[in-house]
């Protein structure tokens, strides 16, 4: 899924998604509760209405934004307090108020509202932030009445392997709709992130979306697929691509790079996109140097679309029970390790 945070993702408009054959995305609840507001967002039909997008959207809780020095005021058991950067106002969630936004905003799938740490906290923070996590949890799903939209729990627990295995235990009991894997990608290594992962996903029950938060690399994604991961959001491939990085089956190139001036073969040959099919890589370069903005659009639709198309195969391969050798080939083509 791509981030859409405040229901825009980065240059790529709501029809282009559809033409992308992008089939989710995911908001933040918390951002638009602040700007524009729920009653507007209401008023024009939901998330779906107002920005006309008729693919799935997932509204992330906020617990992510609400815990960062930029917000936070106050945390506890009960409730969470923060500044809004816009106006400075302040606000107090809790588990209840924030299935009541998301309700409102009437996304497809809510997330609850959890305590993520942070990457270097210690063992009883984060030994904390489990509990609050499991409490917050219980009472949102207490509090979501709408069987329209689905609920899922998110697992915390850090790189503590007790504590992962306990936060899955806790969360998975409560019988949600799905589960997620929170509070990793955030600075701590790919050799502890994927353990975690692995730990987690032993807990989750198989008969229920696996869902791994603010993840986005194309050889973390084809990784954790490969370990049981069904879901992903990161906003690693827009941003990438207004950094002028491109994918190909081969690894990425750096569109700018001056190589490119006379490259006259599209950014991936076996890329069928609708960049690759009408553009070379030395037009793009050209727009890059004349400080064009269009090449960013065109890099996020590539990408986009290589990412997609990568998890579509990966889907393909699963069904066909070929999934092995393909992971094998495309960490030998995309030329990093697995
Ligand atoms: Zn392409």
């Known amino acids: 899924m791509p981030v859409a945070t405040k229901l825009a993702v980065k240059l790529i408009t709501s029809k282009d998604l559809e033409a992308l054959g992008l089939k989710a995305i995911i908001a933040n609840a918390f951002i638009l509760y602040l700007n524009p507001g729920v009653k507007l967002i209401e008023k024009a039909g939901g998330v779906h209405g107002f920005m006309n997008y008729s693919g799935c959207i997932f509204t992330d809780s906020g617990g992510f934004q609400m815990v960062s020095d930029k917000f936070l005021v106050e945390i506890n058991k009960k409730w969470v307090k923060f500044r809004s950067p816009f106006d400075q106002s302040l606000h107090m969630i809790t588990p209840e108020k924030d299935i009541e936004i998301q309700n409102s905003l009437d996304s497809d799938i809510a997330m609850c509202l959890d305590y993520m740490p942070r990457s270097d906290d210690k063992y009883e923070d984060v030994e904390e932030s489990v509990e609050i996590t499991y409490e917050w949890a219980k009472r949102c799903k207490q509090a979501h009445k709408n069987k329209k939209q689905l609920l899922f729990g998110i697992i915390q627990g850090g790189c503590f392997k007790d504590l992962r295995k306990k936060s899955a235990g806790l969360i998975t009991s409560l019988d949600f709709d799905g589960y997620a894997i929170g509070g990793l990608g955030i600075g701590e290594s790919r050799e502890k992130m994927f353990k975690a992962v692995d730990v987690a996903v032993s807990y989750m029950p198989k008969d229920k979306p696996r869902y791994l938060m603010g993840i986005g690399t194309p050889q973390d994604l084809v990784k954790a697929v490969g370990m049981g991961v069904d879901i992903f959001d990161s906003c690693y491939v827009t941003k990438h691509s207004r950094h002028e990085m491109v994918f190909t089956q081969n690894g990425e190139i750096q569109i700018g790079k001056q190589k490119f001036k006379e490259d006259f073969s599209p950014l991936d040959r076996n890329c069928n ?48 029970d070929r999934f092995g050798r393909f992971e094998k080939e495309f960490f030998r083509g995309y030329g990093v390790k697995r």
């Open 273 to 320: 996109c609708m960049v690759c099919r009408n553009y070379t890589k030395a037009y793009i370069h050209h727009l890059l140097k004349i400080n064009e903005l269009s090449w960013k659009r065109l890099v996020t639709w590539h990408n986009l679309h290589f990412v997609n198309n990568l998890m579509k195969e990966a889907r393909e391969e699963i069904k066909e």
